[in-house]
């Protein structure tokens, strides 16, 4: 079999370079470029194994002591916990991007200059998923209400355009979708295209992620939420001076 080295160290080189730009990118850790292609010609050095003989127990040593000074020259150490965090997006980065690129190397006539470019494209994609999901996690919540001597658990997505109140008492509405219960409370509110009547009731305890939260609240019936997994729109009101821990 023919090996050619010069186009063994590109790929490698390429693969590495955009392992480690990725976890600059989802970590946001603003390191400058050049770390970057120094860390990546250092995991260059793989090609070691192309002519020195390693068991299995050596080569995976081998690898993990190469990955770990990649990322101490990349990202430098600052802690232990800041390490490790770089090290593990930079492991998950590596696997996905190699079963993307043994799926389309083995499964279509795809050339070399093809699988780089979408290696490319897919890793972009797939960063703009994760710091997506960054953006929003802060945003669900657990909650448990406590409803007419009955609890009810709901997945929560904290909407900061829900500022929903009883204009009479001033009580934050919280929405749920459910179709066992019947809002006693007659509350107008208004849209953009819109007024209308919402049915509520009143709620009696509210806890968040286990945490109790000492205020008044009523909540709205509503067949309207369309955020996929949530079944209950929180009002930022009630997180007014909250801190969750």
């Known amino acids: 079999m023919i090996l050619y080295l010069d186009i063994y160290f590109i790929i490698n080189y390429l693969f ?23 860390g990546s010609l250092l995991g260059s050095i793989s090609l070691l194994t192309l002519f020195i003989r ?14 770990i000074l990649m990322i101490i020259i990349t990202f430098n150490y600052k802690d232990i916990k800041y390490f490790f965090n770089n090290l593990y997006y930079f492991y998950i ?27 490319f494209i897919f890793i972009y994609l797939f960063i703009k998923r994760i710091k997506d999901l960054k953006n929003n996690y802060n945003k669900y919540l657990s909650i448990k209400l406590d409803i007419n001597n009955k609890t009810y658990t709901f997945n929560a997505f904290l909407d900061t355009g829900n500022k929903l109140i009883d204009p ?14 019947e809002g006693n409370i007659l509350v107008p509110y208004k849209t953009i295209n819109n007024e209308s009547i919402l049915r509520c009731l009143k709620g009696d305890n509210l806890y968040i992620n286990n945490k109790k939260i000492n205020k008044k609240f009523l909540v709205g019936i509503s067949n309207n939420i ?5 079944d209950c729109i929180f009002n930022e009101r009630l997180m007014e001076g909250i801190w969750l821990i």
Do not use: M
Request: glycine share 4%; charged share 15%; net charge positive.
């Open 54 to 67: 390693f068991n299995k127990i050596e080569l995976l040593f081998f690898k993990i002591i190469l990955s």
């Open 226 to 230: 369309n955020i996929d997994g949530v």
């Open 168 to 181: 009479i008492f001033k009580y934050p509405i919280i929405l749920i979708n459910n179709n066992e219960l």
């Open 16 to 38: 590495d370079f955009i392992s480690l730009f990725s976890v600059n990118i989802i970590l946001k850790r603003n390191t400058k470029l050049y770390k970057i292609i120094l």
């Open 93 to 119: 980065i590596e696997i996905i991007l190699g079963g993307f690129i043994y799926l389309i190397k083995n499964n279509y006539n795809t050339n070399l200059v093809l699988i780089l470019l979408l290696s």
